[in-house]
């Protein structure tokens, strides 16, 4: 078969309109990832799809829609949580699964009594459906089981000559398929993450069931009603193991493989500590922009000849889950730990409840390191220490060499020079000090570093846990705690990040406001970390 290639152009999407409604292919870009597309009322048009992708019959597809009002007819009804979702989501990356109509063909559902159906965004694919005047099945636009592509190359490479064109419109912004929610149950339930994400769709739904095959694998003999739930998908040619480990564990783990055609899968800033090549995905606290990249460094691995290849576990908050999803099923549910106890790393704004949550942990088998508390040490403190703090900020900070924190704290957090000076001055000792104490821990540590990421102590932490609280709740906490009043616990406030700069780079965020029921929250965080080998 010839494939032709096609471009964006009123010429360009008329063709591929002419072409899908004869019953051919035609490999479309969306805003998650390229798809394969084909009038979603033709049978026999759907059975080229898996001819072409070598797809098993037994994985359902996903028929896209031009217009909202277009829903109606391909389901048996549309409940008013669907169309929460349509008006909050839509155009967009979700795929909501309902009872069908029987007016799509049987080959779509493969089986089952329901259907999934989204309404893309990209422009492009818009056009198409509109050409076509039909919905249509579009699953990736690749071989099953190959990393979804993302690009127009990566179609060209695996399905040319497969299929009848592929219209080349860029990148795709998104980069994972889209979430696909269920609606056909008692209640929503998650069955694949992807743009939109879990935390989204409760604020329309409320809670919303995470089904298990998200993480793990499918159990035995079960359908598959989503698509991405069975089989191994978006592999490279390489073996892909994830690695669950602090860039520092990563880096150090990986570093003493060996062996040809090994690399690194990693954030970007792990990538200065390898000796072995690697690729970068994104940065660790960025999970739309692993989402972008990840595919594409999939792809790449293949032109580079890998043959195995360590994977750095992302977060699986937020679109974090959507990636993670992804990688696990990559590496085909292979994750290595390192045999060194985890390391956690506890943050959030003063106030917010932090030694709260670290006592409650610490019944659960976590030993506690206070920086804050440690920080008070002779051993960080010393003469060397006070003399630079007084040059900088004058002597009334330490009268007769004797610390006055709250003098020293009024001096240096008046401005963001001011807290940089203080933190270049104390950092490095307070940092060979955690080090020392970090070396001689033999269990599972909670590190409480209220500047742990400015510090770049995150580097030493597997996972990262935040504890938020309302501010006037934090306000009175630092008020009774220090002996401050409330305009020196103010300027305490502006001198530190936001809640946001926790909050999106946290693993789990624990919210310790009025009615919260903290110690059953904490006791759940720990079954949850013992599950995930962290205790």
Same mark, same amino acid.
């Given at each position: 078969m010839r494939t032709q290639r096609l471009d964006g152009s009123p010429q360009g999407i008329a063709r591929a309109g002419e072409i899908l409604r004869a019953g051919g292919l035609v490999a479309i870009p969306t805003e998650t990832v390229y798809g394969l597309a084909a009038n979603a009322l033709d049978g026999s048009a759907i059975q080229k799809i898996y001819a072409a992708k070598e797809r098993p019959g037994d994985n359902p597809l996903i028929a896209h829609i031009g217009e909202v009002s277009q829903l109606a007819a391909l389901v048996k009804a549309v409940p008013p949580a669907a169309q929460r979702l349509a008006e909050a989501f839509w155009p967009g990356p979700l795929t909501i699964i309902l009872e069908r109509s029987g007016l799509t063909a049987p080959e779509m559902s493969c089986g089952l009594n329901t259907v999934s159906v989204r309404l893309p965004a990209h422009p492009l694919a818009q056009a198409v459906i509109q050409a076509a005047g039909v919905p249509l099945a579009a699953p990736s636009a690749n071989r099953s089981g190959r990393p979804s592509p993302t690009c127009f190359s990566h179609v060209w490479e695996d399905l040319n000559g497969r299929v009848d064109a592929i219209l080349d419109g860029g990148g795709c912004p998104v980069g994972v398929e889209s979430t696909v929610v269920s609606l056909a149950g008692e209640r929503p339930r998650l069955l694949r993450p992807g743009g939109v994400t879990l935390a989204q769709l409760e604020s329309v739904l409320g809670p919303v069931e995470v089904d298990p095959a998200v993480l793990s694998r499918l159990e035995p003999g079960r359908e598959a009603p989503s698509p991405g739930m069975k089989y191994k998908h978006y592999a490279p040619q390489a073996e892909v193991v994830m690695a669950d480990a602090s860039p520092e564990e990563f880096a150090a783990y990986v570093n003493a493989q060996a062996g040809e055609g090994l690399y690194a899968l990693c954030f970007d800033e792990a990538a200065p500590l390898l000796r072995v090549p690697s690729l970068c995905y994104g940065p660790r606290f960025d999970p739309e922009a692993q989402a972008r990249r990840l595919f594409e460094a999939l792809h790449q691995l293949d032109q580079l000849g890998a043959r195995r290849v360590y994977a750095q576990r992302p977060s699986q908050r937020g679109v974090g889950l959507a990636v993670y999803n992804r990688l696990i099923r990559a590496a085909a549910f292979r994750v290595?730990?390192?045999?060194?106890? !985890?390391?956690? @790393?506890?943050?959030?704004?003063?106030?917010?409840?932090?030694?709260?949550? %670290?006592?409650?942990? !610490?019944?659960? @088998?976590?030993?506690?390191?206070?920086?804050?508390?440690?920080?008070?040490? %002779?051993?960080?403190?010393?003469?060397?220490?006070?003399?630079?703090?007084?040059?900088?900020?004058g002597g009334e900070v330490a009268p007769d060499f004797v610390l006055d924190r709250q003098a020293l704290a009024q001096r240096a957090f008046q401005s963001p020079q001011g807290v940089r000076t203080l933190q270049a001055i104390t950092f490095p000792r307070i940092l060979a000090e955690v080090r020392r104490r970090m070396e001689a821990r033999t269990g599972p540590l909670l590190l409480d570093a209220p500047t742990l990421f400015e510090a770049g102590l995150d580097g030493a932490c597997r996972r990262i846990l935040a504890v938020t609280a309302p501010e006037a709740a934090r306000l009175a906490r630092v008020m009774a705690r220090d002996g401050l009043g409330e305009a020196e616990a103010r300027l305490r406030f502006r001198a530190q990040p936001g809640e946001d700069f926790y909050t999106s780079r946290a693993d789990w965020v624990v919210e310790n406001g009025p009615g919260v029921e903290l110690e059953k929250r904490c006791a759940a965080l720990a079954a949850e970390l013992k599950s995930g080998g962290c205790l």
């Open positions: 290595e730990r390192p045999q060194t106890p !985890a390391v956690i @790393g506890l943050v959030g704004p003063s106030g917010a409840g932090k030694s709260t949550v %670290a006592r409650f942990l !610490a019944r659960q @088998g976590f030993f506690h390191l206070d920086c804050d508390k440690m920080t008070k040490s %002779a051993g960080v403190y010393d003469y060397n220490c006070i003399k630079d703090l007084r040059e900088a900020f």
